[in-house]
Every structure is written in structure tokens, then in C-alpha cells.
């Protein structure tokens, strides 16, 4: 059965096949927010009355939108540097958040609470078939699409396994990531991505297959003046 990654949902209605021959040049892989947070649980409180709590008991709040408020800078920084850079065609999402248990959702998709509670069921474990049979069967598709100067962008976590062996399995040379994530925190990544999405300035990417993951500490960034609200 051919699935549809842009908008896979229980309540979307406007999907795009993956199996259309057009192929993106680059495409973005976004490591999830944390689901089990404070943060997190102020959304999925069926009492809470907060405004994004309420679209997603509605099923008009995006998958985006919610990791953002459960993760904050990170996600956000991850969000818009993706936003900015990604090489979207109409067949095939620009950028795609990796899921526990749902494989490869699109950051616009529309969720549902019973959906947002059904992709993030399990912990992320390259082991767990819960985690990978998703994620191998989307990840596959999104292959056969790349073509031969195609890229594979991981913006996440490129020190452990849980991201990096599935998708080295799946794209091989094909897999980069910003050379300047190397040595930082999570913190210090997101404000990075939004200064380059506020910029307009793309980072290098470099070959996740031979690349060194560790390094030093880079100096703090410089403090930024100002971040739009709307990244």
C-alpha cells in the first residue's frame, strides 16, 4: 500500500503519494520533542484551557506547533531552519519529524490528542520494532525518491544510534548534517538554526557515514537582538 507522508493523519484529507516521480533535492529530518515533559503534559491535559490545548482536542493544531511549545528553543530553532531551507516539491514535504511509533509525519500535518498519543506510545529504540518497522517502511520511500545529488539533512541528535542507524541503513552517503552541530548542546543548536533562518544563511552540511559526531565546545553564539515570534 503506498502511504502518504505530507499529510498523514487521522483527520487529514489532502495527502501527496510518495510514489510520484519528482524528486527534492534536499529533505529534512527532525528529531521529536519530548512528549513526557511538563510542557507537554499542560497540552494533553483534556481540562487544560490553554489555546493550543483546545486546537488539539479540535484536531486544528500541527504536529510542528505542538513540539514546539513541549520543546522550545530546540524544536523551534530545528522548525524554522527547516522551513527556510528545505527543497519542498508538490509531491514530497520539504522536512519530516521522526516519530516514536508513527514513522515520518510531516510538521504540517493537523493531529488529533488521540493521534499525538498514538505516534509518541513507545521510547525511541533502533531495536524496538515499534520504532523501526514505521520508520524503515517510511524511510524507504523517501529513498527511492532521492535522486543521485539528493540529501538526506539530520537535525537532531548525531551522537547516539536512535537516529543515526536507521537513517544511515536507509541513505547511506546520502545522510548529512550541519558540520557546526559538532561539540554544541541542544540549546546552543536551536538558537544556531534560528540565526541562520533569521539570516537567510544555510549551514555546511558534511557526511554523517565517516563524519567525527564529537568535539570541543564552540564558543557561544552572540547574543541575538531579536527573535521573530513567528519562528
Not at 129 to 155: K, N
Not at 181 to 187: E, K
Amino acid at each position: 500500500m503506498v502511504l502518504t507522508l505530507k499529510n498523514r493523519a487521522c483527520c487529514e484529507t489532502n495527502g501527496h503519494d510518495l510514489s510520484l516521480p519528482l524528486k527534492p533535492r534536499r529533505v529534512f529530518l527532525l528529531s521529536p520533542a519530548n512528549s513526557t515533559g511538563i510542557r507537554a503534559a499542560q497540552i494533553v491535559n483534556p481540562k487544560s484551557d490553554l489555546e493550543l490545548a483546545q486546537r488539539l482536542r479540535a484536531g486544528t493544531a500541527s504536529l510542528g506547533e505542538l513540539f514546539t511549545f513541549m520543546s522550545g528553543l530546540y524544536f523551534r530553532g530545528k522548525l524554522a531552519y527547516a522551513r527556510a531551507f528545505a527543497s519542498a516539491t508538490p509531491e514530497l514535504a520539504g522536512s519530516f519529524i521522526i516519530t516514536a511509533s508513527g514513522g515520518l509525519v510531516s510538521p504540517e500535518t493537523l493531529v488529533t490528542l488521540d493521534y499525538l498519543r498514538e505516534i509518541s506510545a513507545v521510547d525511541i529504540d533502533p531495536s524496538d520494532v515499534r520504532y523501526r518497522t514505521p520508520l524503515d517502511r517510511d524511510l524507504r520511500q523517501v529513498s527511492s525518491l532521492l535522486g543521485a545529488d539528493g540529501e538526506i539533512v539530520l537535525l537532531g541528535s548525531i551522537a547516539t544510534p536512535k537516529y543515526v542507524e536507521p537513517l544511515l541503513a536507509a541513505f547511506r552517503k546520502h545522510l548529512v548534517f550541519p558540520a557546526d552541530f559538532v561539540g554544541r548542546g541542544d540549546m546552543s543548536r536551536g538558537g544556531l538554526m534560528l540565526r541562520c533562518a533569521l539570516a537567510g544563511t544555510e549551514l555546511v552540511y558534511v557526511p554523517l557515514l565517516e563524519a567525527q559526531r564529537r568535539g570541543r565546545r564552540p564558543p557561544k553564539l552572540a547574543p541575538l537582538a531579536h527573535i521573530r515570534a513567528s519562528l
